[in-house]
């Protein structure tokens, strides 16, 4: 017989970029139902959001975060995530203003001022360029490709055919970029997992900054990317090769809480 059974949950924003938040040092939430994931995201039958996230307990850090797609499936490093369950994690006072937290690729420092959170980035050791676009790993796979009209593109549509056209089942986020300044950047970006455009990717803007760079379309290593949701800023130092010391900077913002009533 099935029980009725209630989460207390969370719902945080980073730029537009939302996600449900859970804490789960209990253990108590049934991560392998990938069912009630997506049930819990969708956003006309459920709280909806663009992922779900886990506050768990972590023997060497902080906390540890473990991430969600909107499909119910386990995912690489989400970037405006991390920022999000920082914010969390100040709310339930387990931080002061600076963090380590446990993530899927590792270990993440972060900092927190008011709303803004500023999560240092995993290092970048290659960037592949093939001409029509950049690839590189930011804690998750990202396309960075160039293009005119930026407004005007059907992200869904056109992200669709290179997510699964050139990467195949597996899949990349892929990332449609328009200069603004010498050192500001227009992006939007379409995510594997979610299957579809979503208002800001944090793995995907640093991507974004780190491509334009080693591309010499700008000189700065401090770069203002202009996404849908919101603005965010990528800092990151060259060495040799490498890229490393990469932070990335916006707001991540309470929504509200509530109860999620399930079967079990």
Not at 18 to 33: E, M, T, W
Not at 46 to 53: E, N, P, R
Not at 81 to 97: M, S, Y
């Given at each position: 017989m099935n029980q009725e059974?209630?989460?207390?949950?969370?719902?945080?924003?980073?730029?537009?970029?939302?996600?449900?938040?859970?804490?789960?040092?209990?253990?108590?939430?049934?991560?392998?139902?990938?069912?009630?994931?997506?049930?819990?995201?969708d956003r006309r039958f459920?709280?909806?959001?663009?992922?779900?996230?886990l506050l768990e307990n972590d023997d060497l850090a902080d906390f540890k975060m473990v991430y969600y797609n909107s499909d119910g499936n386990e995912s690489t490093m989400c970037g405006n995530?991390?920022?999000?369950?920082?914010?969390?994690?100040?709310?339930?006072?387990?931080?002061?203003?600076?963090?380590?937290?446990?993530?899927?690729?590792g270990m993440h420092?972060?900092?927190i001022n008011g709303t803004d959170v500023t999560l240092k980035m995993?290092?970048?050791d290659a960037v592949r360029e093939t001409g029509k676009y950049y690839f590189l790993d930011t804690g998750s796979p990202h396309h960075v490709q160039l293009v005119d009209n930026l407004d005007r593109l059907d992200v869904k549509i056109e992200g669709a055919k290179l997510r699964y056209g050139i990467y195949g089942q597996k899949g990349s986020n892929i990332n449609f970029v328009e200069q603004a300044a010498k050192d500001s950047f227009?992006?939007?970006?379409?995510?594997?997992?979610?299957?579809?455009?979503?208002?800001?990717?944090?793995?995907?803007?640093?991507?974004?900054?780190?491509?334009?760079?080693?591309?010499?379309?700008?000189?700065?290593?401090?770069?203002?990317?202009?996404?849908?949701?919101?603005?965010?800023?990528?800092?990151?130092?060259?060495?040799?090769?490498?890229?490393?010391?990469?932070?990335?900077?916006?707001?991540?913002k309470h929504v509200f809480k509530g109860e999620w009533e399930y079967q079990s």
């Open positions: 059974r209630s989460l207390h949950f969370h719902k945080y924003q980073g730029t537009g970029n939302d996600f449900v938040l859970i804490d789960n040092r209990k253990g108590i939430f049934p991560k392998k139902d990938v069912r009630l994931i997506r049930d819990i995201c459920g709280i909806g959001a663009d992922g779900l996230i995530g991390g920022r999000c369950i920082v914010a969390f994690a100040k709310e339930l006072d387990l931080i002061g203003d600076k963090t380590t937290f446990n993530a899927i690729d420092e972060a900092e995993i290092d970048v227009k992006v939007r970006t379409y995510e594997r997992g979610v299957e579809g455009e979503t208002l800001s990717c944090g793995t995907g803007v640093t991507a974004v900054a780190i491509a334009m760079f080693h591309g010499g379309k700008t000189a700065s290593t401090s770069v203002s990317i202009e996404t849908r949701g919101g603005r965010l800023r990528v800092g990151f130092e060259k060495s040799g090769a490498d890229y490393v010391s990469i932070w990335l900077s916006g707001p991540a």
